[in-house]
């Protein structure tokens, strides 16, 4: 298709929930969640994807490996 994923960028917060966690997870007495920014940008530099996700902080395991 003439399409390259070249560069990819990941921020991972937590962050003081909002009402709108509270309708979707069970927090009952959690003020915080775990909240994942992803981009993704194609060769020619244009955001190709954005994507937010919400995760309970209690349900949440984050693993990094480095490959050289």
Partial sequence: YG????KGK??????VNEKT???YINLENIDRVVVIDTHAYLSN???F?????TYHPDEFTFTA???R
């Fill in 49 to 53: 994807q954005y994507e937010t996700i």
């Fill in 65 to 67: 490996i480095a490959k």
């Fill in 10 to 15: 990941i921020a991972l917060n937590v962050e």
């Fill in 21 to 23: 966690e509270k309708g």
């Fill in 45 to 47: 530099g244009n955001l």
């Fill in 3 to 6: 399409i390259e994923n070249v």
